[in-house]
Nanobody, 118 residues
Framework: VQLQASGGGLVQAGGSLTLSCAASGSTFSRFSMAWYRQPSEKPRELVASIHSDGGTMYTDDVKGRFTISRDNTKNRMYLQMNSLKPEDTAVYLC?????????????WGQGTLVTVSS
């Protein structure tokens, strides 16, 4: 499995961006996916996750502003980010955990930088 994140950029506070994560491999639809972010010199944190059946979870900081979605026919996951704040500035990474024969494999995309100016 390979993950490729894209869509980051520079945006003013209050603006919007949509991130995309393209996944290779035929197992995409079977497993949960997630977006993490890592601000400069801070730990990586979970932003949102989406189960294979479409169920979603968000960290409190982004509830009501971000929407995670997936298109299993295109092997893609998205993160629609609205009402962006300077504190949303971070490298955003897509992630999945694949379980094969009871063995867990973690996969990370390379990250895309989101910068929100005040």
């Amino acid at each position: 499995v390979q993950l490729q994140a894209s869509g980051g950029g520079l945006v003013q506070a209050g603006g919007s961006l949509t991130l995309s994560c393209a996944a290779s491999g035929s197992t995409f639809s079977r497993f949960s996916m997630a977006w993490y972010r890592q601000p400069s010199e801070k730990p990586r944190e979970l932003v949102a996750s989406i189960h294979s059946d479409g169920g979603t979870m968000y960290t409190d900081d982004v509830k009501g502003r971000f929407t995670i979605s997936r298109d299993n026919t295109k092997n893609r996951m998205y993160l629609q980010m609205n009402s962006l704040k300077p504190e949303d500035t971070a490298v955003y990474l897509c992630y999945t955990r694949v379980v094969i024969n009871a063995v867990e494999y973690d996969y990370w995309g390379q990250g895309t930088l989101v910068t929100v100016s005040s």
